[in-house]
């Protein structure tokens, strides 16, 4: 078998034991790697209806068909456990060294389960695994962390894995870096907390090998050349963040805590402005040609020094989200929730959350009392040290902090069941993730598209953003184009999070992003690395099959149809700004669309996946479990 | 950083553009031995912190360091290229090389019990293959004077403004 190794390693935190699993051909043609085959790993280990901080919810690492080979933007992993923050499936994907790392060290996945009483590294030396002591590692930084480790062993081949101050405190939103990298929503760094494991670490010293590594290098070599030209030219000069004023000027620019999607400083805090003012360098994940990471530094005034990688979701979510236009308060904000180790939109959105209370009334400057401001403070949208002092506090879980730091849906219910109010009408979040930069009031394919996500409020699974944006439908209306469209962005999303590739490769194939541009060119790429004979339909498999173990999860874990949600504010409270203003989605639309949805993937109409669909997608046991 | 000495082509990596994506790594190690492999790679990336990084590989310095240190003559130097060679009947691995190697272009096979280092793929056809896949220029293959000519251009064309052929008249 070329590409994978057949094995996936099983750590025990609780026994302090190893094993290993083989598994056959068959069994990765249908779940390939990426998030699908963690979500499958966590199908497979998980101890159902667990609480997410039982020992009895594993960490799954599952290692990309592409990493270690010169296959462009394929160096990435899916992590996989139940997720603190929605209950659900919890998946993220991360780039770079680590997951090249464990692919020399020929493992296609780890399953971490149990937890242990003491504080533990685990290292990963090819086919040996040791449980190191952790207690010098507590408190460092993730980047910190992993300088350590690799200064502990003198070698720069050791990737690691850490969890952050903010991991440890188990800020429900807690992420896991590697190589600044992140996997970065849903809290695994929580769940990484609850097994008191600090850093996962691998030194993998075996050569890659593929089936026909002369065409992969051809065709890797071409790809490489295409993404220096203008299909990622977005990507590279100002990143991600140049979306502010494209989406400010679309009016769903996050904006106040999704009151409105129109700011009026979005100059301040857009990419074209941070490349000018704060730049120092753009950086690349290991494997990758692009280089998005604008790496932007604070020069002067009280934060300077200040340093990290800035991109859209973080800017916005920390910047006009929480009505702040100072560019440097968004760095520091960014920066504190990088080096700690969580998860930067949850973070922003639960700031906003509690800024929006402040303003309406139910907090007071009392309740914001700490250290740094004994006698509290006033967090007012708009003031950049108040996001940044809420930052702190949430890392550390001081005051208010430890209550934001739950995550908005249980932070909302804290604060309403104390001061008798009604502020989860402003917790942004769907399933109990934290909302992207897009305010879905005026993009109704993509509100729906978030509503049945798997994950929560999240715009790497669903893509229906892009159709409503693009005015390939109609984003003030609804249609019974929209179950269609909703599915399929999201199926095509699933595909690149499953191999991995990272999605700003996507028109670098043929020029085309569609699947008629892309899939061919993966299919052989695919075949290359492993010697199978896919096609378009396969590949174009991979994303509905990814999909499907998801949401199998999910219905496992008792996922009811009220559960594909949007936020109160979505359907209930109009913009008065912008090309968004004074539109909502109804409860109409939204179960109109739903329904429309659930009909394309071929589920009943309470949203639950027929025996035979699981069955022709090669889930037997799955339809056993939960097929109806 | 130390200076070398050599008069003679070597690879450079230019830290202002390595964006440490590696794919000299996987392109080195693939052509010396068929597999993907960075602890195999004759260049070796280096990040330092988060924004310090760059590439290094052999300088073919002047009476080599490495050459003189080795114990056993198995290294030997061009004279012509500057490219140092290795006769493996010869070498143990015992990596006296390393010692001397001020830019820690040298790594030891603990398989084969060899030394290893950049032979500016003198075998292969084209030339230095990391040099071709770069995929944002970084690296270069010419001597320092080149080098040191090329600046002395960049500059006065920065200082004077002055508009180019190279530039795209519209």
Redesign the interface.
């Known amino acids: 078998m070329y590409g994978y190794s057949g094995k996936i390693l099983h750590i025990d935190l609780t026994e302090r034991k190893q094993w290993v699993e083989e598994k056959p051909e068959d069994w990765y043609k249908v779940y390939i790697g990426g998030v699908a085959m963690a979500s499958r790993l966590c199908w497979e280990n998980i101890e159902v209806g667990c609480d997410p901080y039982d020992p009895g919810n594993p960490v799954c690492f599952a290692n990309g068909i592409f990493a ?3 296959v462009p933007v394929g160096g990435k992993y899916g992590l996989a456990s139940k997720s603190p923050l929605t209950g659900f499936i919890g998946d993220s994907l991360s780039g770079s ?1 680590f997951s ?1 790392a464990l692919k ?1 060290a020929k493992w296609d996945g780890v399953v971490i389960h149990g937890a242990s009483d003491k504080w533990v590294h685990i290292f990963i030396d090819d086919e040996r695994v040791e449980f190191l002591n952790a207690d010098h590692l507590l408190g460092l930084g993730t ?1 910190e962390t992993e300088e350590a480790i690799r200064e502990e062993f003198g070698d ?2 050791v990737r690691s894995a850490t969890i952050g101050p903010a991991g440890e405190n188990m800020v429900r939103y807690g992420n896991v870096t590697n190589d ?1 990298r992140q996997a970065g929503r849903t809290g695994h760094g929580a769940v990484w907390a609850s097994k008191k494991l600090k850093a996962v670490s691998v030194r993998g ?6 089936a026909d ?1 002369d065409k992969l ?1 051809k065709l890797s ?1 071409d790809i ?2 295409s ?2 030209g203008p299909h990622t030219e977005k990507y590279r000069i100002y990143g991600t963040s140049t979306n502010v004023l494209n989406a400010n000027k679309e009016g769903f620019l996050p904006t106040r805590n999704f009151q409105e999607g129109v700011f009026d400083f979005a100059e301040l805090v857009s990419g074209e402005y941070l490349d000018e003012h704060h730049k ?10 692009i ?1 998005c990471e604008q ?1 932007s530094m604070v020069k002067k005034g009280p934060y300077a020094g200040s ?1 990290t990688g800035i991109e859209y979701e973080c800017l916005q979510a920390v910047s006009s989200n929480c009505g702040i236009d100072d560019m440097t308060a968004a760095i520091r904000m960014v920066e504190i929730s990088d080096k700690s180790g969580m998860d930067t939109m949850s973070m922003g959105v639960s700031i906003s959350y509690a800024m929006e209370c402040f303003e309406k009334g139910i907090l007071k400057k009392s309740d914001f009392k700490c250290k740094k401001y004994p006698e509290g403070f006033e967090p007012n949208f708009g003031n950049g040290e108040a996001g940044v002092t809420l930052a702190e506090m949430i890392r550390d879980k001081e005051g208010i902090g430890e209550i934001l730091a739950e995550g908005t849906r249980i932070a909302a219910k804290i604060i309403d069941k104390k001061y008798g109010s009604e502020s989860w009408k402003w917790a942004m979040n769907i399933k109990g993730l934290e909302c992207p930069g897009y305010d879905a009031r005026s993009l109704k394919t993509f509100a729906m598209g978030l509503a049945v996500g798997t994950r929560g409020g999240c715009h790497n699974r669903s893509a229906a953003y892009d159709p409503d944006i693009k005015g390939e439908t109609n984003r003030y209306t609804v249609d019974e184009t929209r179950g269609e469209v909703a599915a399929r962005s999201e199926e095509y999303a699933a595909v690149y999070d499953t191999l991995p590739l990272c999605k700003f490769i996507r028109r670098c194939f043929t020029g085309k992003a569609d699947r008629a541009g892309a899939w061919p060119a993966i299919a052989e790429l695919i075949n290359a690395t492993t010697g199978w004979n896919f096609g378009y339909d396969d590949v174009d498999l991979i994303g509905v099959r990814a999909h499907t173990i998801k949401k199998a999860f999910n219905i496992r874990e008792g996922w009811k149809r009220e559960d594909d949600d949007i936020p109160y504010r979505w359907k209930h409270d109009p913009m008065t700004k912008g090309p968004g203003a004074g539109h909502v989605v109804t409860d109409e639309e939204l179960d109109y669309m739903i329904q429309l949805y659930y009909k394309t993937k071929g589920w009943t109409e309470e949203g639950l996946i027929p025996k035979q669909l699981l069955v022709d997608l090669g889930m037997e046991d799955i339809a056993e479990e939960i097929g109806v | 950083m130390v200076a070398s000495t050599s008069k003679y082509k070597y690879i450079v990596c230019d830290p202002e553009l390595c964006i440490g994506c590696q794919l000299c790594e996987y392109i080195c190690s693939y052509t010396k031995t068929g597999e993907f492999n960075s602890y195999r790679s004759r260049i070796r990336t280096v990040r330092v912190d988060e924004v310090l990084i760059t590439a290094v590989a052999c300088r073919t310095c002047e009476n080599a360091p490495c050459v003189i240190a080795c114990t056993r003559d198995a290294l030997t130097q061009d004279t012509e290229t500057g490219i140092i060679r290795i006769d493996p009947q010869k070498c143990d691995g015992c990596a006296w090389c390393i010692e001397a190697c001020d830019f820690g272009a040298i790594s030891i096979n603990h398989q084969t019990k060899l030394a290893e280092f950049c032979n500016q793929c003198e075998d292969v056809e084209d030339g230095p293959q990391c040099v071709k896949i770069c995929p944002k220029d970084a690296l270069e293959y010419t001597t320092p004077d080149q080098r040191s000519q090329r600046t002395r251009h960049k500059l006065v064309k920065q200082s004077l403004d002055f508009p180019t052929k190279a530039k795209d008249p519209r």
Request: net charge neutral; aromatic share 8%.
């Open positions: 270690g080979t010169p060294w090249i020399r980047h720069d081949q600044g010293t075996y050569g890659v090998t593929v590594p290098l070599f490489t050349e993404a220096q120092v360098k753009v950086i690349a994940c290991a494997q990758c040609p280089a790496m340093m």
